[in-house]
């Protein structure tokens, strides 16, 4: 039992590259997440789940795509990467969406946008 | 809405020495609350939760924190530090609706030996 998994766990790009950050889940979880953590400002919701089939902006979406593939998996695109865009990007998921929801995370990808 | 606020971004105890970790929030409804941990290198891992019932609850590793609803605060406590503590806590608030956790912005605990 992994877990959530995220790959890759380090990434450089130069501005303008895009690339996919992947997420998988194997604990049969109906919602997931993508958090940027930057320092200072705590974890900040880019787009969530809630189930297979649905997509939700959250606090901070511009400049992001996702897609939910199946119920396992979620994944974050970049278009056009931006310096602003250096972070540790964070996948979770919980069971549902329920107020009492434990989120489990991954261990993040760092991203550094040149 | 609610959200949440931790006061100290970053705080120092000796090894032994109690933690406090502070968190309060604001909410128009009973609010559900939450304390993550973070190790270097590491994603978040709960450390415990209040949803209803007892106000006091004990978490992971000799954590606990108290829901006082009178003071809008959920601080985080465990009575003596120690060396493995040394972490970033994010205590979070479930806001209202459809929406999901709202996080704060974490407080750095550093342990001295």
């Known amino acids: 039992n992994a877990g959530v998994t995220q790959t890759p766990k380090f990434q450089v790009l130069k501005t303008g590259q895009s690339m996919t950050l992947q997420c998988a889940q194997d604990?049969?979880?109906?919602?997931m997440y993508w958090y940027r953590q930057d320092p200072g400002m705590g974890l900040r919701l880019i787009y969530y789940s809630a189930s297979e089939g649905t997509t939700d902006k959250g606090e901070v979406p511009n400049g992001y795509n996702v897609s939910r593939l199946n119920k396992r998996e979620f994944s974050l695109r970049l278009e056009s990467a931006a310096p602003s865009q250096t972070s540790v990007y964070f996948c979770?998921?919980?069971?549902?969406?329920?107020?009492?929801?434990?989120?489990?995370f991954g261990p993040g990808t760092r991203l550094t946008v040149l | 809405a609610q959200s949440v606020t931790q006061l100290g971004s970053h705080v120092s105890v000796s090894e032994g020495a109690l933690v406090l970790l502070r968190c309060n929030y604001s909410s128009s409804v009973p609010p559900y609350l939450f304390w993550y941990v973070q190790y270097p290198n590491q994603g978040l891992q709960l450390l415990l939760k209040y949803t209803t019932g007892a106000t006091l609850v004990k978490g992971i590793n000799g954590f606990e924190a108290e829901f006082k609803k009178s003071e809008t605060s959920f601080h985080l406590t465990k009575p003596s530090a120690h060396m493995s503590d040394a972490a970033e806590y994010f205590c979070?608030?479930?806001?209202?609706?459809?929406?999901?956790?709202?996080f704060g912005k974490g407080t750095r605990l550093s342990v001295i030996a």
């Open positions: 979770a998921s919980s069971e549902g969406q329920g107020r009492t929801d434990t989120q489990y």
């Open positions: 979070a608030v479930w806001q209202s609706g459809n929406t999901p956790l709202v």
């Open positions: 604990m049969n979880h109906n919602s």
